[in-house]
């Protein structure tokens, strides 16, 4: 069983577009601790029937934030280690390496991160190994990819092996 963090993985939702993905990533937040964080505009709203089913009786174990934009978010937090989460990216997942209190920051499902955020010095961008021209994997599953690999390498360290805390 997991453990809460001290410090809790930030999952940000920069415009997510698709309320079952955001009700999924919701229920994630519920079972591993992490916050929520979104990001306006959202392409539906939070009161979505979609949204409420898929997080189903999760939503009151759910920490959630909404931000205008941004810069409402960066203002708040200026200081967090962010990682920019992009097809595109240089860096793998892999190699990043995940500290508690982390921002995880995801685009929507139809345009990804905009340029101005991958290039506005906000964070480090890294992405999920695909195999070659594969456009992208959905918004949910990668969040949970990145949430538990964050994990992963908080509760039992980069290289696999345990690094203390709360056992889990």
Request: aromatic share 10%.
């Amino acid at each position: 069983m997991l453990q809460p963090l001290a410090r809790p993985f930030h999952l940000v939702l920069v415009s997510p577009q698709i309320p079952p993905n955001t009700g999924n990533i919701a229920r994630l937040c519920a079972v591993t601790g992490c916050r929520l964080i979104l990001v306006e505009p959202l392409g539906f709203s939070i009161d979505d029937r979609h949204l409420k089913r898929a997080g189903l009786d999760y939503w009151d174990k759910v920490f959630l934030k909404l931000y205008p934009d941004y810069d409402a978010y960066l203002a708040e937090w200026p200081s967090a280690r962010r990682f920019l989460f992009s097809a595109r990216a240089a860096t793998s997942l892999y190699e990043a390496r995940f500290e508690e209190g982390d921002h995880l920051v995801f685009g929507s499902e139809t345009q990804g991160l905009p340029q101005d955020i991958m290039g506005g010095g906000s964070g480090t961008a890294v992405t999920i190994p695909m195999l070659p021209e594969r456009r992208s994997l959905n918004l949910s599953t990668a969040v949970g990819i990145a949430a538990y690999e964050a994990l992963r390498q908080v509760r039992f360290g980069a290289a696999g092996g345990r690094t203390g805390g709360t056992p889990s």
